[in-house]
């Protein structure tokens, strides 16, 4: 039971964590078209 609980904790963090990493390559790309464009 308890090592249940621990993979779905494991799982939710991964997925947490590769949404934080998708919305910090969009604004980095983001900021270097700013960059570009001036």
Partial sequence: MLGLSFLKTTAF????????????VVSLRFCYAKIFEI
């Fill in 13 to 24: 963090l991964k997925s947490l964590n590769f949404k934080l990493f998708g919305f910090f």
